[in-house]
């Protein structure tokens, strides 16, 4: 069975810094397409940035130069690097799994569901 594993998250002042992780487990492949997803209460879930397990990337335009997403695979961990945070970046902040962003291209990436899903971490910048 496969489990996404958080850690990281909590408050941090505008203009900081913060990371998240995200440890898998029971997936069988050696290399994973691994993403980060937000949730905002009372709006869909969206996608912040998502590595795949050809070592393509894509961000949210929201996020590109100030987030960094990356692998280790010895570990089996993805990052979410976040840097320059800002107020709209609070969110609930979820890791997730979906083996077929391998096989499409990135334009697809935003809009497949993923198959599995971390318990979520808050994420909240103050001002």
């Known amino acids: 069975q496969v489990q996404l594993k958080q850690s990281g998250g909590g408050s941090v002042q505008a203009g900081q810094s913060s990371r998240l992780s995200c440890t898998i487990s029971?997936?069988?492949?050696?290399?994973?397409?691994l993403g980060w997803f937000r949730q905002e209460p009372g709006k869909e879930r969206e996608m912040v940035a998502v590595?795949?397990?050809?070592?393509?990337?894509l961000y949210a335009t929201s996020v590109k130069g100030r987030f960094i997403i990356s692998q280790d695979y010895a570990k089996k961990t993805v990052y979410l690097r976040m840097t320059s945070v800002k107020p709209e970046d609070t969110a609930m902040y979820f890791c997730?799994?979906?083996?077929?962003?391998?096989?499409?291209?990135?334009?697809?990436?935003?809009?497949?569901?993923?198959?599995?899903w971390g318990q979520g971490t808050q994420v909240t910048v103050s001002s």
């Open positions: 997730a799994a979906e083996p077929s962003w391998g096989a499409r291209p990135p334009s697809d990436w935003a809009t497949t569901r993923p198959t599995y």
């Open positions: 029971g997936y069988t492949r050696n290399k994973y397409c």
């Open positions: 590595y795949d397990r050809n070592g393509r990337t």
